[in-house]
């Protein structure tokens, strides 16, 4: 971020990654909202795939807590999630690997739980001089109340909140484009 006023950078996608947090089989009934969350989620994963934005998917320990959900699952062909047991992506050896070999230093978080893995992986993140970015219509945890506070920690850290449709549209950055017209049914909704 290199902006003096402290304004973040605009997002590019040539800088950004999307980091999918434990959004697994064993959290499902749990989250508050996950309806929702899955929506948001499906429509980031979707939308970065067409404009070629990696992406890098966690799931926490999934002996005990199961592999990502069948509906996002799906979206991958395959799918290689990254094990952790460390509440933030960043402190486990293999997703800071892999984040360093991508060479991406704008990221975008969406998944679960707020307050906990995606707050502290946007904390280790901003650390290591990463822009970070949440989807705030695609996280949650597992009460509303949490939610707000995570979302609130996250802004205090100076996280930017965004929605999913304004992070396509940012990420677009103008109409009338092939990619544009590639994403426009993505790009309906809230």
């Given at each position: 971020?290199s902006?003096p006023?402290?304004?973040?950078?605009?997002?590019v996608?040539?800088?950004?990654?999307?980091?999918?947090?434990?959004?697994?089989?064993?959290?499902r009934?749990l989250?508050?909202?996950?309806d929702?969350?899955?929506?948001?989620?499906?429509r980031l994963?979707q939308?970065c795939?067409?404009?070629?934005?990696p992406?890098?998917?966690?799931e926490?320990?999934?002996?005990?807590?199961?592999?990502t959900?069948t509906e996002?699952?799906?979206?991958?062909?395959p799918?290689?999630p990254l094990?952790k047991?460390?509440?933030?992506?960043q402190?486990?050896?293999?997703?800071a690997?892999?984040?360093?070999?991508?060479?991406?230093d704008q990221?975008i978080?969406?998944?679960i739980?707020?307050h906990?893995?995606?707050?502290?992986?946007?904390?280790?993140?901003?650390r290591?001089?990463k822009?970070?970015?949440?989807?705030v219509?695609?996280v949650?945890?597992c009460?509303a109340?949490?939610?707000?506070i995570?979302?609130?920690?996250?802004s205090?850290?100076?996280?930017q909140s965004?929605?999913?449709?304004m992070l396509m549209?940012?990420?677009?950055?103008?109409?009338?484009?092939?990619?544009?017209?590639e994403?426009?049914?993505?790009?309906?909704?809230s």
């Amino acid at each position: 971020m290199s902006n003096p006023n402290n304004i973040p950078d605009r997002l590019v996608p040539e800088r950004c990654i999307l980091v999918v947090v434990d959004m697994q089989e064993r959290f499902r009934d749990l989250i508050y909202d996950i309806d929702k969350v899955m929506a948001g989620s499906s429509r980031l994963i979707q939308f970065c795939q067409a404009v070629n934005i990696p992406i890098l998917v966690s799931e926490h320990y999934s002996r005990g807590f199961g592999v990502t959900v069948t509906e996002l699952r799906n979206l991958f062909k395959p799918l290689k999630p990254l094990e952790k047991i460390h509440f933030s992506c960043q402190a486990n050896e293999n997703f800071a690997k892999a984040l360093k070999d991508s060479g991406r230093d704008q990221i975008i978080l969406c998944g679960i739980e707020t307050h906990v893995c995606i707050y502290q992986t946007a904390a280790d993140l901003l650390r290591d001089g990463k822009q970070v970015a949440v989807a705030v219509d695609a996280v949650s945890s597992c009460s509303a109340a949490n939610r707000q506070i995570g979302l609130h920690r996250l802004s205090e850290m100076g996280v930017q909140s965004m929605g999913v449709q304004m992070l396509m549209f940012e990420l677009l950055h103008k109409a009338g484009t092939s990619e544009f017209k590639e994403v426009s049914g993505l790009l309906r909704g809230s």
